[in-house]
């Protein structure tokens, strides 16, 4: 998928993936970068929402989940090949390096945690774990392995393959059972970029950046690898 993932920067990393990915097409919605007919509204009620309802300010995703990305992304989350975590963290911190005004001002890049005992791994951490990695400047507030700061000790029920209100009720048990591990001080008032591998609907990270804001965030914002194409 990238020719430079072993020896090369994550900026180039990411730039040579741009080539082969399917990119986010425009025009697309500004809220959950869901591809929208020219002249037409996002069909994704959540992005409908009032922005204090809807938790996140925006979603942003590195490529859309088709081809070589969504199969490599299957072959680390359910098969546990961990050499695509440092891919995937080069991409995301290649993006980042690419898209300065999107991440202004972030103060915290977390991820939305898997539960601590997941199977065959933790493949939200083991990116994040790869990004620090590659964040050679440490020009981004990531955090280095093993701090991750959204922790999910607990397993709750899945919301693949399910009916629209049980994934509303797994995103809402989801989002219940995180804990943040620092000074719930520092959330208050702070940005915080949200990572995810992929992005449907958006339930499960509309509830996370709920809980966020609760606790006092300004900002949520989201970034995935995948935006998965959606018709609602």
């Not at 925006?58 to 299957?74: E, F, N, Q």
């Not at 964040?135 to 693949?160: I, M, Q, W, Y």
């Not at 048990?173 to 591998?197: C, N, Y």
Request: net charge positive.
């Amino acid at each position: 998928m990238c020719a430079y993932r072993i020896t090369g920067t994550a900026r180039l990393c990411s730039d040579c993936a741009g080539r082969t990915l399917q990119r986010v097409a425009e025009p697309h919605c500004p809220v959950c970068s869901q591809v929208v007919a020219l002249g037409r509204q996002c069909g994704n009620r959540v992005c409908a929402l009032p922005e204090a309802e809807r938790g996140f300010s925006r979603v942003d995703a590195v490529a859309m989940y088709s081809g070589a990305l969504r199969d490599k992304i299957h072959k680390l989350k359910y098969d546990g090949k961990t050499g695509w975590a440092m891919v995937f963290g080069r991409l995301l911190v290649g993006w980042m390096e690419s898209h300065p005004k999107e991440i202004e001002g972030v103060d915290y890049v977390v991820g939305n945690p898997s539960h601590t005992g997941r199977e065959p791994l933790q493949h939200i951490e083991a990116i994040l774990d790869a990004a620090y990695t590659e964040d050679v400047t440490r020009a981004f507030p990531l955090s280095p392995p093993g701090g991750h700061r959204l922790v999910k000790h607990v397993e709750t029920p899945r919301s693949a393959n399910r009916t629209l209100e049980e994934k509303r009720a797994a995103a809402t048990a989801h989002a219940a059972s995180l804990t943040w591990t620092g000074d719930l001080r520092d959330i208050k008032g702070a940005t915080i970029l949200l990572v995810d591998d992929v992005f449907t609907s958006g339930s499960q990270l509309q509830h996370v950046a709920l809980r966020l804001r609760a606790a006092g965030a300004a900002d949520v914002r989201g970034l995935v690898l995948a935006r998965v194409p959606w018709s609602g």
